[in-house]
């Protein structure tokens, strides 16, 4: 395949190198239907193989010239005659456009994030376990007890649980004033307990029923 | 100065003296002023589409008598600014007188004032069609839409290539088309011919089959059975129209045609 011959991607398409990505589509659409296989106008002048090959350079044409990037790089060499045949192909185009996205590239790869699914490490104190286990009540001061004897900062609660860590300190310090309505403050609760290992449904009831005692407290002051 | 057409194609049967016929009759609605000339040396039909049944003088005497010769021959047709030459009512003189006189022939007829002047041609690659078709401005090929006549259109282009060398006004008509794949026929010619052999077609239009043509050739109330006359509202009509307008001034051919 010769730069000057008809195997020209432009001449392929019968397109003017000025052609526009719409016009490049329009033609291509048209030399498939032309050299479809069963087109009266290539009887006696192609055979099925000749046809079935221009096909594949149709295909190979469009697949380079719709590509932006692959027709700015394709005309480029084309216009510098200093390039081989082989060199215009499309398997070189697709190279070298990868190589120039490379260069070009700023993506920097996203830092993994190793915390995710570490746990902070706690010594066990069984007293307080079993004291974890039989809690019915619980409250604001009981949950921080929890939170610190198993090592979760608030700033790592907040990263594992999603919720503002002033909301967070608010549910401990149970200040109704500092908190959002109770349908959201007994979800963040859950995810506190989930986030601390405990049995977040027995949490979250306990904890409300105590909650809403205190909020209806606040409201009659 | 006039613009001659010629209208040729590489078998016969295809639609040469309709499509000269229906250009005829379309520029002459458009108000040019049209010359109609049957040069079929293999036997006279243009007469018979434009409603003559019999006439005394015809190209022959254009080829064989003396410059003054020419005015006699013109018939006036029953469609206004359309005038026609009778054609060879016996075959065989065509060949031989043909090759000798189409030069002083043609500068009799340009002397005349028609905007146009159009010639119908006989089938196949002939050597008589060729000596018109190189003095022509455009040269119209009409073919249908099976193999066998792409086949041929095919030959017809080549032998021409052969015989002038150039290709430069070729218009390539598909007639009785039916489908799309028809309407889109003259397109893939133009993309075929242009792979193969390097030729430049300058224009392709699709003419499609119209009931209406065969009809109106059952209207025998009428001496004149086209259906240009008959039904002028028909789409095969309205085809012509179009291409007509689309030759003579694309300017003029607005987005809804």
Known sequence: MSTDSKNNYYEILEVPNTATQHEITVAYEKAKRTYSAQNAALYSVFTEAEASALRDLIEEA????????????????????SYSASDLS????????????NE??????????????????????????????????WDG??????????????????????????????????????????????GYVTQFAKTLGLNEKQVAESYMKLYKSKLEQTKTK | MAEIWCVASGKGGVGKTFVASGFGISLAKLRRKVLLVDFDISGANL???????????????????????????????TFPNLDFIPGFIVPQLGQELCTFKVDALL??????????????????????????MAYANRNFIVTNCEPTSVEKTYSFVEQYVAHEGNTKNLHLLAN??????????????????????????????????????????FMSTSNLQNVFALMPYSEVCHDFYKICKQLIDPSELRAVS
């Not at chain 1, 002033?166 to 549910?171: N, Q």
Request: hydrophobic share 35%; aromatic share 10%; glycine share 4%.
């Open chain 1, 90 to 101: 499309l398997d070189a185009v697709k190279k070298a456009s990868n190589e120039l996205f």
């Open chain 2, 47 to 77: 007469h018979t589409v434009l409603g003559l049944k019999e006439f005394k003088k015809s190209i022959v005497d254009g080829l064989t008598s003396s410059a003054d010769g020419c005015r006699d021959m013109i018939v006036r047709s």
């Open chain 2, 176 to 217: 009785f088309c039916r489908s799309s794949q028809h309407q889109g026929l003259g397109k893939s010619l133009e993309s075929v011919l242009f792979k193969k052999h390097d030729i430049n077609v300058r224009f392709s239009a699709a003419i499609r089959f119209d009931n209406a043509v065969w009809q109106s050739t």
């Open chain 1, 62 to 81: 469009y697949s380079v010239l719709s590509n932006q990037n692959y027709r700015n790089i394709y005309e480029k060499r084309l216009l510098s005659k």
């Open chain 2, 107 to 132: 500068e009799q007829l340009k002397k005349l004032d028609y905007d146009v002047i159009i010639f119908d041609l006989g089938p196949g690659a002939q050597k008589a069609n060729f000596s018109l």
């Open chain 1, 141 to 186: 001061d009981f949950l921080k007890k929890v939170r610190e004897y198993k090592q979760y900062s608030l700033e790592l609660l907040h990263e594992k649980t999603k919720v503002n860590p002033w909301y967070l300190s608010a549910l401990e310090k149970m200040e109704p004033e500092n908190l959002p309505a109770p349908v959201f403050v007994r």
């Open chain 1, 104 to 137: 070009n590239s700023l993506l920097q790869t996203a830092p993994v994030d190793t915390s995710e699914s570490e746990k902070p490490a706690y010594e066990k104190n069984q007293a307080l376990e079993t004291e974890i286990e039989s809690c019915a009540d």
